[in-house]
């Protein structure tokens, strides 16, 4: 079966520095990638999709990464607030989404 | 902005007991969703819903679980007879044409089953 998994479950950064968070994945028929952002107490808030027929595409302040050879997936967050400290998601779409198990990001001052 | 609504914020209910955790998506979103997070663990599928049929389930969603559309706004997920293994965070979804993209999620219902 599919499984997503994240690198670390803790990543810390100061404020103003890129942060990177990494997710790895096992289903090679994937094609839909997801990136969420969880506050404490709220539900996971949608930050940037990518799909299997592109390798990077950016948002506002962040990008995905999608690396199909090795199935690794990442979100880089430029300059990064107080305001990005979350737990992020990565999750894998098929017939449903397949969450992986979070990153905390703590950024200090 | 729109958004996913969820009510209520936490429901305390004994073991046994039916519970009823409502939402309401997105209005011109066509795809519905429940998912569901045990504390400190990740999110789950439960059951994907479209054109008043359940698309996909997870082995979660057992008999004891069911979805309804009573109406054109509101989507409910009700449990027959709690278990303590159902306490978590419930999460409403919706998303708009395509099934498991961009779904957007409410705050979620905290049940504690006790």
């Known amino acids: 079966g599919e499984s997503v998994g994240l690198h670390l479950p803790t990543l810390s950064v100061q404020e103003g520095d890129n942060s990177i968070i990494n997710c790895a994945y096992s289903?090679?028929?994937?094609?839909?990638f997801i990136w969420y952002k969880q506050e404490s107490g709220k539900g996971p808030q949608f930050i940037i999709d990518?799909?299997?027929?592109?390798d990077k595409r950016q948002g506002q302040r962040v990008t995905v990464l999608l690396n199909k050879t090795v199935k690794h997936l990442s979100l880089q967050i430029a300059a990064t607030q107080p305001g990005d400290s979350a737990v992020y998601f990565c999750?894998?779409?098929?017939?449903?989404?397949?969450f992986g198990t979070g990153t905390r990001l703590q950024v200090f001052p | 902005e729109p958004e996913v609504t969820q009510t209520p914020s936490h429901q305390v209910t004994q073991m046994g007991q039916e519970v009823i955790l409502r939402c309401v998506p997105i209005?011109?979103?066509?795809?519905f969703y429940w998912y569901r997070q045990i504390l400190g663990q990740k999110v789950e599928f439960l059951v994907s819903?479209?054109?008043?049929?359940?698309?996909?389930k997870s082995e979660i969603f057992d008999d004891q679980f069911s979805v309804e559309r009573p109406d054109g706004s509101n989507f409910t997920l009700k449990i027959r007879s709690t278990k303590l293994e159902d306490s978590a965070m419930y999460f409403c979804?919706?998303?708009?044409?395509?099934?498991?993209?961009?779904?957007?999620f409410g705050s979620g219902t905290q049940l504690s089953v006790l």
């Open positions: 979804a919706s998303s708009g044409t395509v099934p498991n993209e961009k779904l957007f």
């Open positions: 289903n090679s028929a994937s094609d839909y």
């Open positions: 990518i799909r299997s027929n592109m």
């Open positions: 819903f479209y054109n008043n049929e359940i698309s996909e």
């Open positions: 209005s011109n979103h066509l795809y």
């Open positions: 999750a894998l779409g098929t017939d449903k989404l397949i």
